[in-house]
């Protein structure tokens, strides 16, 4: 998951102790018992994780009510890149296929949604083609053409513009950058991209100069949806996106809330995936995240937009006296440490896994929030929804086993293999909006000054990214060591999670993720294997090997397989988490238990 839409999912700061006491005793609508049980119509406790919670209880109609202490990047569809953002656009966007509404693994699957089903692939898998449902309209009425998907794929292209979404589609369609987007065409039409062919109004397909096997997986990005070109208004388009699905903007005030209602030019019977059982659906937007968990707690909302958990605040006070509203998935991210290699010593690996033994994983662990509101710990850098993913099983520097807590003799000979015996100086990265990396890089300070490594720490500009550690130059310059970061899948495979960290041709000037600056013909030819290879098993295969060969370098030093603890209101049913959205419970099926 992109660095932008990691910084969509911001942690919490903390708030006066009267806060505190405030929400530890506020009476909530309903709650779970201390030992997660439910009682006042709550649900129980990991109730909705990875399975449906209260499916027959949905009801159709009622207002379902998110919050959240950020609003979106973006709701045009070309441009958002938060993880909510592409899970809350499927109430007004639809695209040729979609994640299955299913919970836990099965989410991450792919479904039709626009097309009458999955692409009929030929031509040694370079092209793609879909028929599009009859009964597909924008929300005035008109049909959705094979035209509008094409045109809404375009602008991808017109990055100058509508610059911060995904662009996989168009790195994949148009490899030398040769369309300039719809905005610079010169078609009458507007229509221009080779790649993309509409032989009718129901038919679209797709010629790839390299054959990609997770073509379909962009494809369901929400990149991938219609935009209809007379409704087009270019940079604005986020504030009112034309609606192709069962709902439509009825307004927004950015930063202050959003609703939509019902399209009533949408038809169940053309749309296999959403039953829109809400009337209605409102956002709230807080500028101070303990406001917006006392009002979950206190039930005036139902669920948290942004699905980062809650806030420690929050946290303690629904675990302890309403645990049956709440749900503790594993959310798709690794947070870590890296090691930039144009940053001595960290050009010698042994230099960099003096640091992996040397850290003290479990400390790690507690300063993101423990095994509950942290994770898991970390043993390698592949998210446990990643097929080919092997989860604590694989443990190479033993950092939940036997060096848990450290392995100072092990660090000092690392250090001495790469001839820094008594250790050396550097300097640990981390945002300055972000406690619990600090706290991270504490821990990491206080392990590494045991075994002759001084670290200072670095508070940075978070929101200034892609100039800072997104410089390799910057990062020379500043003598970042290391880096802490943390990153998910944009979609559930090694080359949606990885391919920007680890591959060299995604090694850039500013805006880079490859912090570690690997270049290793053996991963990046990996890679080139994995997008050409058709079967699961073979591309699962191919992933574990990505893993290994990254770990082995030590590049990375992980810290938890990140969980949340996220609530859900006594109100919702039809509820579930799924690895699609990275552990968010999955909006578009949300229901209410009455209409009131």
């Given at each position: 998951?992109?660095?932008?839409?990691?910084?969509?999912?911001?942690?919490?700061?903390?708030?006066?102790?009267?806060?505190?006491?405030?929400?530890?005793?506020?009476?909530?609508?309903?709650?779970?018992?201390?030992?997660?049980?439910?009682?006042?119509?709550?649900?129980?406790?990991?109730?909705?994780?990875?399975?449906?919670?209260?499916?027959?209880?949905?009801?159709?109609?009622?207002?379902?009510?998110?919050?959240?202490?950020?609003?979106?990047?973006?709701?045009?569809?070309t441009r958002g890149y938060y993880g909510f953002m592409w899970n809350f656009s499927r109430y007004y966007s639809r695209q040729l296929v979609t994640n299955k509404t299913e919970p836990g693994a099965a989410g991450a699957e792919i479904t039709p949604d626009l097309a009458t089903g999955v692409a009929k692939v030929s031509d040694d898998g370079k092209t793609y083609t879909y028929t599009l449902r009859d009964g597909v309209t924008w929300e005035d009425g008109k049909?959705?053409?094979?035209?509008?998907?094409?045109?809404?794929?375009?602008?991808?292209?017109?990055?100058?513009?509508?610059?911060?979404?995904?662009?996989?589609?168009?790195?994949?369609?148009?490899?030398?950058?040769?369309?300039?987007?719809?905005?610079?065409?010169?078609?009458?039409?507007?229509?221009g991209l080779k790649a993309i062919e509409t032989p009718d109004d129901k038919t679209i397909v797709f010629h790839l100069p390299q054959a990609n096997s997770d073509f379909e997986e962009m494809l369901a990005l929400t990149s991938g949806s219609p935009v209809r070109q007379d409704k087009d208004t270019k940079s604005k388009y986020g504030l009112h996106p034309f609606s192709s699905g069962p709902y439509k903007f009825a307004s927004y005030a950015p930063g202050k809330?959003?609703?939509?209602?019902?399209?009533?030019?949408?038809?169940?019977?053309?749309?296999?995936?959403?039953?829109?059982?809400?009337?209605?659906?409102?956002?709230?937007?807080?500028?101070?995240?303990?406001?917006?968990?006392?009002?979950?707690?206190?039930?005036?909302?139902?669920?948290?937009?942004?699905?980062?958990?809650?806030?420690?605040?929050?946290?303690?006070?629904?675990?302890?006296?309403?645990?049956?509203?709440?749900?503790?998935?594993?959310?798709?991210?690794?947070?870590?440490?890296?090691?930039?290699?144009?940053?001595?010593?960290?050009?010698?690996?042994?230099?960099?896994?003096?640091?992996?033994?040397?850290?003290?994983?479990?400390?790690?662990?507690?300063?993101?929030?423990?095994?509950?509101?942290?994770?898991?710990?970390?043993?390698?850098?592949?998210?446990?929804?990643?097929?080919?993913?092997?989860?604590?099983?694989?443990?190479?520097?033993?950092?939940?086993?036997?060096?848990?807590?450290?392995?100072?003799?092990?660090?000092?000979?690392?250090?001495?293999?790469?001839?820094?015996?008594?250790?050396?100086?550097?300097?640990?990265?981390?945002?300055?909006?972000?406690?619990?990396?600090?706290?991270?890089?504490?821990?990491?300070?206080?392990?590494?000054?045991?075994?002759?490594?001084?670290?200072?720490?670095?508070?940075?500009?978070?929101?200034?990214?892609?100039?800072?550690?997104?410089?390799?130059?910057?990062?020379?310059?500043?003598?970042?060591?290391?880096?802490?970061?943390?990153?998910?899948?944009?979609?559930?495979?090694?080359?949606?999670?990885?391919?920007?960290?680890?591959?060299?041709?995604?090694?850039?000037?500013?805006?880079?993720?490859?912090?570690?600056?690997?270049?290793?013909?053996?991963?990046?030819?990996?890679?080139?294997?994995?997008?050409?290879?058709?079967?699961?098993?073979?591309?699962?295969?191919?992933?574990?090997?990505?893993?290994?060969?990254?770990?082995?370098?030590?590049?990375?030093?992980?810290?938890?397989?990140?969980?949340?603890?996220?609530?859900?209101?006594?109100?919702?049913?039809?509820?579930?988490?799924?690895?699609?959205?990275?552990?968010?419970?999955?909006?578009?099926?949300?229901?209410?238990?009455?209409?009131?």
């Amino acid at each position: 998951m992109t660095t932008q839409r990691t910084s969509g999912r911001a942690k919490r700061t903390a708030a006066a102790a009267a806060v505190v006491a405030a929400l530890l005793t506020t009476a909530a609508c309903g709650g779970g018992d201390d030992d997660g049980g439910s009682k006042n119509g709550a649900a129980g406790f990991d109730a909705a994780n990875n399975k449906v919670a209260q499916a027959s209880e949905a009801k159709k109609g009622g207002t379902l009510r998110f919050g959240s202490a950020q609003d979106a990047d973006s709701w045009d569809t070309t441009r958002g890149y938060y993880g909510f953002m592409w899970n809350f656009s499927r109430y007004y966007s639809r695209q040729l296929v979609t994640n299955k509404t299913e919970p836990g693994a099965a989410g991450a699957e792919i479904t039709p949604d626009l097309a009458t089903g999955v692409a009929k692939v030929s031509d040694d898998g370079k092209t793609y083609t879909y028929t599009l449902r009859d009964g597909v309209t924008w929300e005035d009425g008109k049909p959705i053409t094979s035209k509008d998907v094409k045109y809404g794929i375009e602008r991808v292209w017109a990055q100058d513009v509508l610059s911060g979404g995904p662009t996989y589609l168009k790195e994949v369609l148009d490899p030398k950058g040769e369309y300039k987007g719809p905005y610079k065409d010169k078609a009458k039409d507007h229509l221009g991209l080779k790649a993309i062919e509409t032989p009718d109004d129901k038919t679209i397909v797709f010629h790839l100069p390299q054959a990609n096997s997770d073509f379909e997986e962009m494809l369901a990005l929400t990149s991938g949806s219609p935009v209809r070109q007379d409704k087009d208004t270019k940079s604005k388009y986020g504030l009112h996106p034309f609606s192709s699905g069962p709902y439509k903007f009825a307004s927004y005030a950015p930063g202050k809330d959003l609703k939509l209602v019902r399209n009533e030019n949408w038809k169940a019977s053309s749309d296999p995936v959403r039953k829109a059982y809400p009337d209605a659906i409102t956002i709230k937007f807080f500028s101070n995240a303990n406001d917006l968990d006392q009002r979950l707690i206190n039930g005036d909302l139902d669920i948290d937009l942004a699905q980062t958990g809650m806030s420690p605040q929050g946290r303690t006070a629904a675990l302890k006296q309403h645990k049956g509203n709440l749900d503790n998935p594993v959310s798709g991210y690794v947070r870590y440490a890296t090691f930039p290699q144009s940053v001595k010593p960290f050009d010698n690996e042994h230099c960099r896994k003096a640091v992996l033994y040397g850290a003290d994983h479990v400390s790690l662990q507690t300063a993101r929030g423990g095994p509950v509101a942290g994770g898991d710990i970390g043993t390698n850098m592949l998210p446990p929804s990643v097929p080919g993913a092997e989860g604590q099983k694989y443990d190479p520097y033993g950092m939940a086993g036997a060096n848990k807590t450290g392995n100072a003799a092990k660090a000092k000979e690392e250090l001495k293999a790469c001839g820094k015996p008594n250790g050396f100086s550097t300097t640990i990265a981390v945002r300055n909006n972000k406690p619990v990396e600090v706290a991270t890089a504490q821990s990491m300070q206080a392990a590494l000054k045991k075994i002759g490594i001084n670290a200072q720490i670095d508070q940075y500009d978070g929101s200034q990214i892609a100039g800072i550690i997104g410089s390799p130059s910057n990062v020379k310059k500043k003598n970042y060591g290391i880096i802490i970061m943390g990153w998910g899948p944009d979609f559930p495979s090694v080359q949606g999670y990885g391919l920007p960290l680890w591959n060299s041709k995604y090694i850039l000037e500013s805006g880079n993720n490859n912090y570690a600056l690997i270049k290793d013909k053996k991963i990046d030819g990996l890679f080139g294997d994995y997008v050409k290879t058709l079967d699961d098993a073979g591309k699962a295969k191919i992933a574990t090997e990505i893993n290994h060969k990254v770990m082995e370098g030590g590049y990375y030093l992980p810290f938890v397989f990140e969980k949340f603890i996220n609530w859900r209101s006594n109100r919702v049913a039809n509820i579930y988490t799924s690895n699609g959205y990275s552990g968010m419970y999955d909006f578009v099926n949300l229901g209410l238990k009455s209409s009131k």
